[in-house]
């Protein structure tokens, strides 16, 4: 099993810098995934890393080491639409015919005025 | 765009009933997934799929059964509804053959059993 941590809440201002940190204790990492989910809608993928070091996006970039179970997401220049849950994701090795990925609790992030 | 659709969107059902939730895609993947997306659970694995007539389970799959005839569509049964099965479900794909690629999920099925 897996075992992956993420902050329930945050909160932040529009126009800022926010960081979602994510640790996980897994058997085979295979890759880790971060989803935005807004209220009542489906979740939609934001990033991707499988190697250690930070990918960026535009205003989205996330960081992994292995070594320390450890990623973060970071979000600049918030916005407003920017106001949702955020699911940090862990693919683990093959396990029967495929792969699952197995995802934090997500952390609701506000974003005010 | 992943060309996932769900059907249907929103269900109310009574104890002890059947239901069946369908997913279907227009592009051919060969994974489909089933989760469940509960408060203080986050989204868990139910069934998945790698090819027709090809299923396994996932972590929470005890009451659920899933059948894939047709490439396109995903079936999730529910034999017989209990009440700690309202939830919402979402059904997911990958994109690639070897199902390492990245998911990509339906607009989900909100279930509510009384």
């Known amino acids: 099993g897996q075992n992956i941590d993420q902050p329930t809440e945050m909160t932040a201002t529009e126009g800022a810098i926010v960081q979602i940190n994510c640790t996980y204790q897994?058997?085979?990492?295979?890759?880790l995934f971060w989803y935005q989910q807004h209220a009542g809608e489906a979740p939609t993928f934001l990033s991707y890393n499988v190697l250690d070091g930070l990918e960026e996006k535009g205003r989205f970039s996330s960081f992994l080491s292995r070594s320390k179970g450890y990623s973060y997401l970071l979000l600049k220049e918030l916005q407003m639409k920017d106001s949702a849950s955020y699911l940090c994701?862990?693919?683990?090795?093959?396990?029967?015919?495929?792969?699952?990925?197995?995802f934090g609790k997500g952390t609701s992030l506000l974003v005010t005025p | 765009d992943a060309g996932i659709t769900q059907s249907p969107r929103h269900k109310v059902t009574e104890t002890g009933t059947p239901v069946t939730l369908r997913c279907h895609q227009t592009?051919?993947?060969?994974?489909m997934y089933w989760y469940r997306q509960d408060p203080g659970h986050g989204l868990r694995l139910i069934h998945y799929?790698?090819?027709?007539?090809?299923?396994d389970k996932g972590e929470v799959s005890d009451g659920y059964s899933v059948s894939r005839s047709k490439t396109e569509d995903f079936l999730l049964t529910l034999e017989s509804a209990t009440s700690s099965q309202t939830s919402v479900y979402f059904c997911?794909?990958?994109?690639?053959?070897?199902?390492?690629?990245?998911?990509?999920f339906g607009p989900g099925t909100r279930l509510t059993v009384l």
């Open positions: 994701a862990v693919r683990d090795r093959k396990v029967n015919s495929g792969y699952a990925l197995n």
């Open positions: 799929s790698y090819g027709v007539k090809d299923t």
């Open positions: 897994t058997s085979g990492f295979n890759g």
């Open positions: 592009e051919n993947h060969r994974y």
């Open positions: 997911a794909i990958s994109e690639g053959l070897a199902g390492t690629d990245t998911q990509y």
